[in-house]
């Protein structure tokens, strides 16, 4: 019993390191149980007898598939349509406004879903620029949604939900209007799928030359990693983000104390962080 508790803690240890250098998420000491349930699935569909041969294939193999799923397992996509409602309504209500009026000239519109999960955190922001699409009109808008998991990035493109996704967030003209019920479930239109571009970005990793963003939603995902970790991402955000563009982060987040190159406004109920100009 020792013996294997021993085991489980030396292999723990390797996993938590493996997690925070390949993904930046930060494992507590005290989820040991989280790892082991959340990894079993793996044990057991590749054949490997413990944790000990599951830390050995990830020591030893080329970073690949293997590893991959291991992250993936480990992530949690908990989302929703129009998840905590405010940050949406600012966006609906005011920021389209600004943005508007500042780039009226440009008429480019470009906004990032940075751990887009299952992609319901995009097609949220799809629907609100759908439904302001004549006052947009002739303008390029480009969303683009990225998530470090293979899985989510495959999901949020097919934008199939079942009716326990659908019910969380979305209304019934918003469903009837960009959904339809098929055998697989609730799946998005061809319009709104075509809005949202899907692309595979690792936070904490190298990230694809992108053009500057007006907006980034960077929602429940900087809780999973340190301090160090958000603030080099706030770093290359601000590479991303336009002066004067907001980051919008979810509840419980922010980026006082970690950079302040960010004004953080009251926007409705919410609180958007604006890159200083
Ligand atoms: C809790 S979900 C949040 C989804 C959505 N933004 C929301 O607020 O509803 C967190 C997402 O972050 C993703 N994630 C975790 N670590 C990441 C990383 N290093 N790079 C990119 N995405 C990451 C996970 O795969 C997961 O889909």
Known sequence: MNTNLNIICED?????????????IVIDEDKLYLVESRLSPILKNEGLQSFKE????LRLERFGDFHQKVIEAMTTNETSFFRDFHPFEAFKN?????ILNEKNFERSF????????????????????NEMKEIFKQWEIKITASDISKEMIDRASRGIYNQLEVNRG???????????????????????????????INLVGYWPEMPVQDIIFLRHVLIYFDIPTR???????????????????????????????????????????????
């Open 94 to 98: 005011i920021i389209t406004n600004e």
């Open 170 to 200: 979305l209304n019934d003209y918003y469903l009837n209007k960009y959904f339809k019920f098929n055998n697989h479930g609730w799946a998005v239109n061809e319009n709104l799928n075509s809005m949202v571009q899907f692309t595979r």
């Open 231 to 277: 603030r080099e991402i706030l770093n290359k955000i601000k590479k991303v983000l336009k002066p004067g563009g907001y980051l919008i982060l979810g509840v419980g987040e922010t980026t006082n104390n970690i950079d302040d190159s960010f004004d953080g406004v009251h926007i409705g109920k919410t609180i958007c962080y604006k890159l200083k100009k």
């Open 110 to 129: 470009k906004v990032w879903s940075a751990a887009c999960s299952t992609g319901q955190e995009a097609y949220s922001i799809a629907i609100i620029l």
């Open 54 to 57: 599951l830390v050995i294939k």
């Open 12 to 24: 723990f240890s390797y996993i938590k390191g493996f997690l925070k250098n390949e993904a930046g």
